[in-house]
């Protein structure tokens, strides 16, 4: 999908100015930073790179977890091989070694992630990238070294709002504006 396609892309934003300033955020700033740290920290370009999109979730929204009146961004990855996306994120910490902060909630053989989730994933990605017959050499290092993390959600969410609080802001504010004055003009009205 090209950031041209991408600036179009949009949700279900009803009428409210604000939720669509949030989604506009979301798609034309959020999406294309977290696919360029894809494609320097995880050197990929295909189904991941290609299946980050955002969602923006609204109070009401189930599982959204957000109070009344908040709005929240969802990175989705719907790439079906994107099971190692995590394992990348965050690292894996190795039984001889460490390549993951200490702060990872993966280790090879450990049971801390789904069972069987990591060496199908290390198989998935050597298929993709040709590698099959070296799956086993990789598994072994990755089993005793880790894997180091490539951190990309968060750094994206930190930049989103240090964006948020220097230059976007008045967007969204303006954005919530027109939003109060279209309920007090509709009360208005309702009341004549």
């Given amino acids: 999908m090209s950031l041209g396609r991408l600036g179009g ?5 009803g009428d409210s100015s604000t939720l669509k300033a949030v989604n506009t955020f979301a798609q034309t700033i959020m999406v294309p930073y977290m ?10 370009t295909g189904g991941i790179y290609q299946s980050i999109r955002a969602e923006v979730a609204k109070t009401g929204d189930p599982n959204s977890g957000l109070s009344a009146g908040e709005y929240g961004i969802n990175i989705v990855i719907d ?13 894996v910490k190795g039984v001889q070694n460490t390549k993951a902060p200490a702060s ?4 090879f053989g450990r049971n801390s992630g789904p069972r069987g989730g990591l060496t199908r994933s ?3 990605w050597s298929q993709r990238k040709g590698l099959y017959q ?3 050499g990789i598994i072994k290092n990755i089993y ?5 993390a490539r951190p990309m959600l968060d750094p994206t969410f930190d930049y989103a709002q240090r964006l948020i609080e220097t230059s976007y802001e008045d967007r969204l504010e303006q954005g919530f504006a027109e ?6 003009d509709d009360f208005i009205a309702s009341q004549n």
Avoid: C, E, H
Avoid at 104 to 107: E, L
């Fill in 35 to 44: 696919r360029d740290l894809a494609k320097t920290k995880a050197f990929d």
């Fill in 179 to 184: 939003d109060i004055n279209k309920i007090i």
């Fill in 104 to 107: 990872s909630p993966y280790q």
């Fill in 79 to 91: 790439d079906p091989a994107s099971s190692y996306f995590d394992f990348v994120d965050k690292g």
């Fill in 134 to 136: 070296y799956r086993f």
């Fill in 144 to 148: 005793k070294f880790g894997l180091k």
């Fill in 9 to 13: 892309f949009g949700f279900d934003t």
């Fill in 122 to 124: 290390i198989t998935q």
